[in-house]
């Protein structure tokens, strides 16, 4: 099986034509050509002298992968299909915003956390991404926002969040060379950068040692153990205590602000006593709770929340001083929740 360009940096690509016996700017023009010319193949670059394309062409492709299927929601929003290059179906979403324009990646193919309110758990887990076929998703949803118009045709991504398929934290070194080349190579800002994590403590200790300013996002959905086991089974073994108190820690080594998400179900984990245990448990530290209503999978017996049970959620939340958010629920007309168009396609 040939070897990715996309997920080698800079310096790993001049070493490569070094090692070729060509001059080290060589490197830097497949850099140029696979990050920001959207070069899909070796055998396209015709600005590299030739015996040093058919040399690569013997060990490495570019990793670009195919469309399989894209669907096109109402609100400016998108979501693809991706048969990425070493196989397989994932899926990546793009959302055009006034100001922005962001991708939400999987790093995963399936999911071994089997949260019961999710499609890409339900698949169970098959395998690891490579840093270049998350960084290929990037590149993908840019190009079919430009086609959509819903980026200009010099325009970029320029948020990323590591929110689809799989837990990013699981696949943490192809996860942090896809969030470091995202930063150095396609220009993307460290501090738009999200991973979310559904709360793997040992993961979030390494990342809060990289010491970088991206964003970290960390899937609660309770605030009592038995419901958090009953949602998240595959986390069992970290109790809410146990991942919190790792959030405290990496706003004290990164100051960054941590996100706390909490998907609302309907009686399973939206009441006024939850919101009130959650507030007690998140009491002092600087962080804010984004609440997401759940958006319907197929095959799920879970309810979105009522509209004035989420508006007390909230309001408890408020009084314990816990900043608050609501999500926007963009992309349900599209299954934007995680996992359905893969799950679709394999049935
Ligand atoms: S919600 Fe995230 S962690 Fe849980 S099964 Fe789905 S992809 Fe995995």
Known sequence: MKKLLLGLSDGELKLLAAEAGEKEYRGKQI?????????????????????????????????RSQIVKTR??????????????????????????????????????????????????????????????????VLTVGEVAVREKMLPPDGRVSHVVFMGMGEPLMNYE?????????????????????????????????????????TLAISLH??????????????????????????????????????????????VNDSPSEAARLAELLKGMNCHVNLIPFNPVEGKNYKPPRADRSADFRRVLEDGDIPVTQREQRGAGIEAACGQLRRMQRQ
């Open 72 to 137: 096109r929601g109402k609100d400016r929003t998108f979501k693809v299909l991706l048969t990425p290059a070493f196989g397989d179906f994932i899926e990546s979403v793009g959302m055009a915003y006034e100001d922005r324009f962001s991708c939400c990646v999987s790093t995963q193919v399936g999911c071994s956390v089997g949260c019961s309110f999710c499609a890409t758990g339900a698949g169970g887990f098959k395998r690891n991404l490579a840093a270049g076929e998350i960084i290929d998703q």
């Open 174 to 214: 192809a996860t942090l060379t896809a969030v470091k080349l995202l930063n150095s190579e396609l220009k993307v800002g460290m501090r738009n950068i999200t991973i979310s994590t559904i709360g793997y403590v040992p993961g979030i200790y390494r990342v809060a040692r990289e010491h970088l300013q991206l």
């Open 31 to 63: 850099a140029d050509l696979v990050y920001r010319q959207g070069c899909r193949g070796v055998a396209l670059m015709s600005n590299l002298p030739a015996k040093f394309r058919s040399w690569l062409d013997k060990e490495y492709a570019v990793g």
């Open 222 to 267: 309770a605030s009592e153990d038995t419901i958090r086991r009953r949602l998240v089974p595959g986390m069992s073994r970290f109790s809410l205590k146990d991942i919190v108190e790792a959030g405290r820690d990496y706003f004290r080594e990164t100051g960054r602000r941590v996100t706390f998400e909490y998907c609302l179900l309907a009686g």
